[in-house]
């Protein structure tokens, strides 16, 4: 990418802000933008095999469909330690976030990812979800 | 189970001792940070007040104890909506994590600010809190 190109885009994501930033409300917060919390309890023995899914297919199939990562963690404490992905998603709004995982649950990749990497039982027990919004003092991410 | 109980269940891995942080499998180069997850449920009537002594004092005071706010958000939908502060805080090291937290609970502005703040009843109901190391496939947060 040449100098130009850089600058092309730049003015252009400047003008792009400077129509979203009418709507924006807080310093932190991109107007419609939502954050996902999501809480992944791993049935007994599949964290690795989780964690596996998530690092050579999930999050590039993430990236694939606007779904951005803030990021990844497992915790450090019982009783979540050993059983528990925790991670955060942002997506453009909240309705992008509905069409992002419809899209999501039918990519080609993922469908065939899934289904081979539950061969030997299901991975994760239960997925808590939770939509977020950056409060006004928050940094930005 | 509502999605209150679930999240309070998160947050049922209590930090128990300071040098677990110790065995914790850190990601990239920098093994020692860890990373606190935060959820505040807030008595009825009192989130406005709780975002206004985060925004005005609380968050200043964790960045002079050397903890990094990542993100302070609040929950989209019910039951958490309208009574939830969900936030994140980076700490050196597990070890650092607690050295901070004893300072800021003697810290003279936050005593005075917590005083004054909750002149008419405390703000929080309960606190859920979880330590976390990243994964080595997360991007850096």
């Not at chain 1, 924006?24 to 309890?41: F, I, M, N």
């Not at chain 2, 999240?7 to 990239?28: D, E, F, K, V, Y």
């Not at chain 2, 597990?94 to 609970?105: M, P």
């Not at chain 2, 600010?113 to 190391?133: C, P, Q, R, Y």
Request: hydrophobic share 40%; no cysteine.
């Amino acid at each position: 990418m040449t100098r130009r190109e850089v600058l092309q885009g730049m003015s252009a994501a400047m003008m792009l802000s400077t129509a979203s930033g009418l709507e924006a409300q807080a310093s932190g917060a991109k107007a419609d933008v939502v954050y996902e919390l999501r809480v992944y309890h791993a049935n007994e023995g599949k964290l690795d095999a989780l964690l596996a899914r998530f690092r050579d297919h999930t999050v590039e199939i993430f990236k694939r469909h606007g779904m951005k990562s803030v990021a990844y963690w497992t915790p450090t404490d019982e009783p979540l330690k050993g059983r528990t992905l925790i991670y955060i998603l942002e997506h453009p709004s909240r309705a992008a976030a509905t069409a992002n995982w419809r899209a999501f649950h039918d990519d080609p990749e993922w469908v065939k990812v899934s289904t081979a990497s539950e061969v030997n039982g299901k991975l994760v027990e239960k997925v808590d979800s939770t939509y977020m919004t950056l409060t006004d003092f928050s940094p930005a991410i | 189970m509502n999605r209150r109980n679930v999240l309070q269940g998160i947050g049922a891995a209590m930090m128990l001792s300071a040098t677990s942080g110790l065995t914790a499998q850190g990601a990239g180069d920098d093994t020692g940070v860890v990373y606190e997850l935060r959820i505040y449920h807030t008595f009825e009537g009192k989130l406005e007040p709780l975002l206004k002594r985060f925004r005005e004092q609380e968050t200043k005071i964790f960045e002079r104890l050397g903890m990094h706010g990542v993100g302070y958000w609040t929950p989209d939908d019910e039951p958490l909506k309208g009574r939830t502060l969900v936030y994140m805080l980076r700490h050196k090291s597990r070890a650092a994590a607690k050295e901070s937290w004893a300072k800021f609970s003697k810290d003279p502005e936050w005593v005075k600010l917590k005083a004054e703040s909750e002149a008419n009843g405390a703000l929080v109901e309960k606190h859920d809190i979880t330590f976390m190391t990243l994964t080595d496939f997360s991007p850096k947060v």
